[in-house]
């Protein structure tokens, strides 16, 4: 097809318009296919296949257009490439960041040059080169209506009087369009002449703008990472609370019993009533401290004669066995308040605390714990 060969030629000329349609698919088809990169990597890599070697050409028959070092159709394309990388592998929404560049670059080289084009050059479908686009242009060119002519017998001085009329009538739109075009060809010829005598400042310049967005995109990234692991690490620590490595389990005479985990967070558990199934939240939660929903009557540890101490989560099993977790601060003021206490509420569920202090005390963590104390 000699459209699709015309897209992949490196020996003809590009104007802007031409220039700017192909980037705007060919960013356009990595936008579609970024949201399906993770289920369906081949979509995206066929995406690459097929826009990577028409960006290439397109810049460089666009350069060549403009009358520019041909070297500098690296820009647009390296820019392109920057943009299809971080779209499939950057999951925060610093990438968006790099369409900016793109923006700017795709425009510039879609507007420089074009007043300098050789008028001796014909272009088809905005292309010019060794491809032939002929009948497919003329296949675009609107057929013209032929009107059917009347031989009237016109007197001579009417006849000029209606052509004089006409022109006048004529003249004014032509000359507002004529203005029109001189001015914007004078812009554009203005902004080719300071790309031809500013190709150096051009040349370090663009590198130097897009390695001062990478490394802002990288910090913006690197920030959204942190604060996704920051929140991954939070809702791991709600949603993993019974795959907590306990240890030092111990069993107290009224029927519950007390453990320590891996950061030396203490968790009293209890056997109790399954509760309904619409009390529970974040799946098997009876009460959450992280959303503040939950069962109200497991928001504190309330001692007799002693302090309330807030509790972090209570999960309720599948058997009706319900956890207490709390935090590690806490972890010294509970075992002593359990083994001097009278005892303690949690959850609507009370419990008495007689003969405790001799079980921990037979236990060498908890021993140590309670003899932390009295130092």
């Not at 190709?199 to 590198?207: A, C, E, H, M």
């Not at 058997?319 to 002593?336: E, Q, W």
Request: glycine content about 4%.
């Amino acid at each position: 097809m000699p459209v699709l060969k015309s897209l992949l030629c490196i020996q003809g000329y590009d104007n802007g318009r031409r220039f700017l349609i192909i980037s705007l698919v060919c960013y356009g088809l990595i936008l579609v296919a970024h949201p399906i990169v993770a289920t369906a990597k081949i979509i995206y890599l066929l995406v690459a296949i097929i826009s990577i070697p028409i960006m290439a050409a397109s810049s460089v028959r666009r350069i060549r257009n403009a009358q520019l070092n041909v070297a500098m159709s690296v820009f647009p394309f390296i820019i392109f490439l920057l943009n299809l990388w971080g779209f499939a592998a950057i999951d925060t929404a610093a990438k968006w960041w790099l369409m900016l560049p793109a923006t700017l670059v795709t425009l510039i080289i879609s507007l420089v040059g074009q007043a300098a084009v050789k008028p001796k050059q014909t272009y088809h479908l905005g292309y010019c080169g060794p491809i032939n686009l002929d009948k497919i242009a003329d296949l675009d060119q609107p057929l013209e209506r032929i009107e059917p002519r009347v031989n009237l017998e016109l007197d001579e001085s009417a006849r000029e009087s209606r052509l004089q009329t006409e022109f006048d009538m004529s003249q004014p739109a032509y000359s507002d369009s004529s203005d029109f075009s001189q001015s914007s060809e004078q812009w554009q010829q203005q902004l080719f002449d300071w790309f031809k005598h500013n190709q150096k400042l051009v040349v370090f310049s663009v590198p130097l703008i897009v390695i001062t967005l990478i490394v802002i995109f990288i910090s913006s990234s690197d920030k959204e990472r942190e604060q996704s692991k920051l929140t991954t690490h939070q809702a791991s620590d709600r949603l993993n609370f019974g795959k907590k490595h306990f240890q030092d389990k111990v069993k107290l005479p009224d029927q519950f019993w007390i453990m320590l985990d891996q950061n030396n967070a203490l968790s009293i558990g209890w056997e109790g009533d399954i509760p309904d199934q619409t009390k529970l939240t974040e799946g098997d939660f009876f009460w959450s401290a992280y959303s503040a929903i939950g069962d109200a009557s497991c928001t504190n540890l309330h001692f007799s004669l002693g302090a309330d101490i807030k509790s972090l989560l209570v999960r309720v099993n599948s058997s009706g066995d319900y956890y207490a977790n709390f935090s590690p601060v806490d972890t010294s003021l509970i075992v002593r308040s359990i083994a001097e206490k009278d005892r303690f509420k949690l959850c609507g569920y009370e419990f008495s605390l007689k003969g405790t202090g001799k079980v921990l005390r037979s236990n060498a963590t908890y021993r140590k714990i309670l003899a932390t104390k009295n130092q």
